[in-house]
């Protein structure tokens, strides 16, 4: 069963204070913005949303395949982090995932994380 999907922006928006860039639903058939916010709207293509999902389809039909190489449990969700955005793929069922596009300043602790060992990789 889907869950009402315009709350869960709601609560998105609730949770992110005013960092939410984006939504979208996924199926393996098909996709759907849930949630765009106006400069990311202006910014990505066509083309690009249905690069970043089909990379997030790959996730989920992957999931059996990930609980078999990681003794961590079930994969709940993937992270993507770029210099200007956070991309989280939630895995909610073997039908569906939502993505979540965040600004990057949500997960300041992990680019800061990542910052970190990237400049140690790089400084030794």
Request: charged share 30%.
């Amino acid at each position: 069963m889907t869950p009402n999907l315009d709350n869960f922006v709601a609560f998105l928006h609730e949770r992110t204070s005013g960092s939410l860039r984006a939504v979208r639903f996924y199926t393996s058939q098909s996709h759907r913005s849930l949630y765009a916010r106006d400069d990311v709207r202006e910014r990505l293509s066509d083309r690009d949303i249905d690069r970043f999902v089909a990379r997030a389809r790959e996730e989920l039909a992957e999931c059996d395949d990930d609980v078999w190489w990681f003794t961590a449990g079930d994969l709940e969700a993937t992270v993507r982090v770029f210099r200007e955005s956070v991309i989280v793929n939630l895995l909610v069922s073997k039908e569906y995932g939502i993505l979540v596009s965040l600004d990057a300043s949500v997960a300041s602790q992990l680019n800061t994380f990542i910052d970190d060992c990237r400049e140690w990789l790089t400084d030794t």
